[in-house]
Structures are given as C-alpha cells and as structure tokens.
C-alpha cells in the first residue's frame, strides 16, 4: 500500500529565509508525487509535481522540489519565502501501476512565516 | 477558466439528518473526484468517476453515503443518516483525465457540522 509521511506538523521561518517542508513516501512501484497547498477556507491548489526525468522539479509561486529515490523524499523548498506563503501544504503520491489510481496525500504541515 | 464549483459552502445539521453536497467540475473534465477532509489530516478519496462511471469507491461507506454523476458532468453526494464523525470539509476535485499524472483541481469545498 502507498503512504505519504510529513514528519512535521508546523514549520516557522522569517521572511526571506529558505523554507523547506519535507515529505518521505512509500510505494510499492514507483511514484507519481504532488505537492498541494491549502489557504484558509479554501481548496487546494496545485503546485508541482513530479513524474519523470529531472530530479529537480520547479512550480508555481517560486516552489520547487527534489525527487530523491534513495531516501524515498520529496521535500519541498523556496530560496526565500514570504509572508504570503503561509498556509498548510501537503504532500501527495500515486503508486505506478496503482490499483484505482488512488492519490494518497500525507497529514499536511502548516508553514507559518513571520516578517 | 471558471474553477471547480461547490456549494453549499457550509452546513450544519444534526445526526441522524440527511445532507446533500453539489460539484461542476471544470468543464471538459472526464474525472471528478470526492474527497472527506477532518481536520487536522490531510484529504482521503471517497469516491472517484470517470464520465458517469464509478472508478474507485473503495472508501466510501455505502451505508450512509452515496454519490452520483448521472450526465457525466455534475455531481452530488449524500450522507443518509449522518453520525457526529462525519463532520469534516467535504472537497470536490476534477481533473482531464483520470491518469496518474493528471493534477486535480480543487473546489472549495464544503464544511460539514453534525451536532
């Protein structure tokens, strides 16, 4: 069965700082991972995601993430967050072939970001 | 782009009662999904359509909860009769296909409360 792991529940950081929101996973295959984020009272938004090729994937708002099969990872990094950026984020796989195609999204981490 | 609609967006019933849920997908997407969200954890699928057709309901407790896209278009899900751990936001996502590296795009889902 695939699995997705946030070890953190909460990351603060000050403005201008890297940001870095780690996510470890398990699957049977290989993955198809996503990173999602969360603003209050509304839905979730897209933000990278990684199938194939480059070990490096870039997104939106200045996202960006590394695929790392030897530490089953996937962490989620920006060179300098802003205040904006706070929000709760989560980390979402798919096990290939899966059976139902079923994403599976970890417990989230909330980032807060002080000025 | 109009994004994923839902509504209602908040909802407070007592046990026992019955409540229905809305989805429009974003238009031209074959895949819509229903998702429960309680607080605190990260999305868990109930449901998954592909067109009018039922992909994976694998998790959705059919007992209680039913859901249907009858014109492979919008969609509905019920809770008959709903119990106090239903509360949670209920999510409603669609993507152009229902493959694995597909993005889902999220609505804004709706907040339950059984009291």
């Known amino acids: 069965a695939q699995s997705v792991a946030q070890p953190e529940d909460q990351v603060n950081v000050a403005e201008g700082n890297p940001l870095t929101v780690k996510c470890t996973y398990s699957v049977s295959g290989n993955p198809y991972l996503f990173w999602y984020v969360q603003y209050p009272n509304r839905g979730l938004q897209f933000l990278l995601k990684?199938?194939?090729?480059?070990?490096l994937v870039k997104g939106s708002y200045g996202f960006e993430a590394e695929f790392n099969k030897s530490q089953t990872s996937f962490h989620l990094k920006k060179p300098s967050a802003l205040v904006s950026d706070s929000a709760l984020y989560f980390c979402a796989v798919r096990d290939i072939p899966a059976a139902g195609n079923k994403l599976t999204f970890g417990g989230g981490t909330r980032v807060l970001v002080k000025p | 782009e109009a994004g994923v609609a839902q509504s209602p967006r908040y909802k407070i019933i007592e046990k026992r009662q019955s409540v229905a849920f809305w989805c429009n997908p974003i238009?031209?997407?074959?895949?819509l999904y229903w998702y429960q969200q309680i607080l605190g954890q990260g999305p868990k699928l109930l449901i998954q359509f592909q067109n009018n057709g039922v992909v994976d309901d694998s998790q959705l407790p059919k007992d209680r909860f039913s859901a249907e896209r009858l014109k492979g278009v919008d969609s509905t899900l019920k809770i008959q009769p709903a119990k106090l751990e239903d509360s949670a936001v209920y999510l409603c996502a669609s993507s152009l296909r229902g493959d694995s590296y597909n993005e889902q795009f999220f609505g804004p889902g709706t907040r339950l409360t059984v009291l």
């Open positions: 238009s031209g997407h074959a895949t």
């Open positions: 990684y199938i194939t090729g480059d070990n």
